[in-house]
């Protein structure tokens, strides 16, 4: 056990696949439209992987770019944590493959699975091993395939969603920066109203299963959408207050990607501007695990997020969960 820490992102790198969809592709595809998906998402195009990647294909890239945004060698790596709900398979864990790809030969690594909210999540688990003087460096993943689960003959979710990762990784940082305060949470009673029936062990793949397209994600999505306003409001008010902070003093938001008119809710809540709101889902749809990291590091590297800069990360999704994290933003390759 090493001196205790402050745990910060020291840098990131994010990774979407070449092929776009576009709402006009998918007009072709279900009975939708361009004006629908954009008035009630604000989703225009999401990316899709190529058959042969899988998600440790899309984390790989992302976490190549991250550790030399940080300048930590993947053999520096302490763990390894990948946030997803599309995994390569069911074990081993997508940390596992990625950990051999990079070559991080004394990392642990695991998965970690609280659906949207993953990241948030992996992120408060990197800092507590951080923190503790445990470990000194975790890198902490979300990627997804989530074209692998959307079942592309249904209108209601298959206009939603996307492929893509975003990484971080984690270090010791001076005792003014890091992560400053969260929150995850859950309520397990709504885990109906977003769900993927089989595959697992209460309904083992069968030809049924799959005559029933029950390895397709299913949503409620209005039950959803109430559910995310309400936990991104209360969400963000308890870490605020958790970090000892009031929120002018948040410079910006990086919210899970779900639907702009969530993130519209929020954004008027903290009364930030919209320059303030890091928002990419025109342009990916909903990553899950993936929207707030390729959001930040999108942000990171056009240079709006500055040195000293507060963060308000907040996720919700599947379970259900939720999470929000305040944190202080330190210079890439700055840990101490
Ligand atoms: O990260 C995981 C968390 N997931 C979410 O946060 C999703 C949260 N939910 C939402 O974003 C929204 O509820 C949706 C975008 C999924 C749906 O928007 P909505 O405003 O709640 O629409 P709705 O489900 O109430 O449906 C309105 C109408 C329905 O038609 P009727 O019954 O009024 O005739 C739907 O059948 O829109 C219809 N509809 C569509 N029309 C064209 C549903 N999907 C489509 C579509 N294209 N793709």
């Not at 639907?259 to 990419?280: G, Q």
């Not at 590091?297 to 259900?320: N, T």
Request: overall charge negative; some cysteine; glycine content about 10%.
């Amino acid at each position: 056990m090493g001196k205790a820490f402050r745990a910060g992102i020291i840098g990131t790198g994010s990774y979407v696949p070449e092929r776009v969809l576009t709402n006009f592709d998918l007009e072709k595809m279900v009975d939708t439209n361009d004006e629908w998906i954009r008035t009630r998402t604000g989703i225009r195009e999401r990316r899709i992987a190529k058959e042969d990647q899988a998600t440790s294909d899309l984390a790989y890239e992302a976490a190549q770019r991250a550790l030399e945004a940080s300048d930590v060698a993947a053999e520096a790596l302490d763990l390894i944590i990948v946030a997803t709900i599309t995994p390569d398979t069911a074990f081993p864990s997508t940390a596992n493959i990625l950990q051999d790809r990079l070559g991080a030969h004394r990392a642990a690594a695991f998965d970690q699975a609280a659906a949207c909210s993953g990241f948030i999540y992996a992120l408060a688990t990197a800092a507590q091993f951080i923190e503790s003087g445990v470990y000194r460096y975790v890198l902490v993943v979300g990627a997804e395939t989530l074209s692998r689960i959307v079942d592309w003959e249904d209108r209601n979710t298959c206009v939603l969603f996307g492929d893509g990762a975003g990484a971080a990784v984690l270090g010791p940082v001076p005792e003014d920066e890091g992560v400053r305060a969260f929150v995850l949470g859950s309520d397990g009673s709504g885990g109906e109203l977003l769900k993927l029936p089989a595959g697992g062990s209460r309904l083992p793949a069968s030809h049924d299963t799959v005559d029933r397209r029950l390895h397709y994600l299913k949503m409620n999505g209005r039950e959803v959408f109430k559910f995310a306003v309400r936990v991104m409001n209360q969400a963000s008010d308890e870490v605020i207050e958790k970090a000892g902070l009031t929120k002018d003093a948040i410079d910006f938001l990086v919210p899970h990607q779900a639907n702009l008119r969530i993130i519209e809710s929020a954004r008027e809540r903290l009364e930030l501007p919209a320059e303030k709101v890091v928002v990419n889902l025109d342009r990916f749809g909903n990553m899950s695990t993936a929207s707030i990291p390729v959001a930040l590091d999108e942000a990171v590297r056009a240079g709006k997020i500055q040195p000293g800069d507060h963060l308000l990360m907040v996720g919700f999704g599947a379970g259900l969960t939720w999470g929000a994290l305040v944190l202080r933003w330190s210079a890439s390759g700055s840990g101490v």
